[in-house]
């Protein structure tokens, strides 16, 4: 999406349901100027927290790293992405410790793992799992408040059970093959086909995004068939789309 589609994404977000959610936009860039500026937008169309990426490709040094959070952290509650299987760069415990002093730090969600993840909760530091596969036990084991999901777009209720209703590991295993599925190409491939085959969304894919390949979409209906399709998004009947029913735009 452009610049201008993501804030417009999160104003709406906030207009259908800011006054029962918190609404956290993801207005975070490798370039500090474009993430100080989305971030400013992000507040003024009303969302209540930002996620903060550290900068991806051009990556920066650790000081740089420092700069770059403490320059966007003043304008509201932020919550420190930690992803370096997208960005290259795995944000170092210390440099969160240095932004612990900050008013609007409002956690972390951490991919690195749940020993990662258990050494931030002894410190008392709020952290989010951003890994599905491990969030039940990241959650009941090693302390977590909860996950930021991919899969709770699918199955929201599901996946609300999975971190608020006590330990279950019987629903981890049943959501396992999906929480699978959908990371078995880089995530939103696997999201979008799977919303496109419940008729949620358009099978329109802009490039270089592509949906799943034939066989994994015929998987994805077994899987929905498993789980119960009454656990999903949506009122249709899940679709075994084929190649031809997919647009694929690359000027938009």
Known sequence: MSWDEHIMLISHTVNCFGDRIKVIGNTGSNSTREAIHATEQGFA????GALHINPYY????????LVHFR???PMGPSIIYNV???????IPQYVIEKLLSYPNFAGVKECMGNNRIEEYCRQDITVWSGNDDECHDARWVHGAQGVISVTSNLVPLLMHNLLFEGKN?????????LMNWLFVEPNPIGLNTALAQLGVIRPIFRLPYVPLNLEKRREFVNIVKTIGREHFVGDKDVQLLKDDD??????Y
Do not use: A, E, W
């Open 71 to 73: 320059s966007v952290i």
């Open 58 to 65: 051009g990556k920066t040094s650790m000081d740089g790293l």
């Open 169 to 177: 590991n019987l629903l981890n295993q049943k959501l396992r093959p």
């Open 45 to 48: 169309v009303g969302m209540h």
């Open 246 to 251: 997919f647009l694929l735009v690359g000027r």
């Open 84 to 90: 370096p299987g997208r960005t290259g760069q795995d």
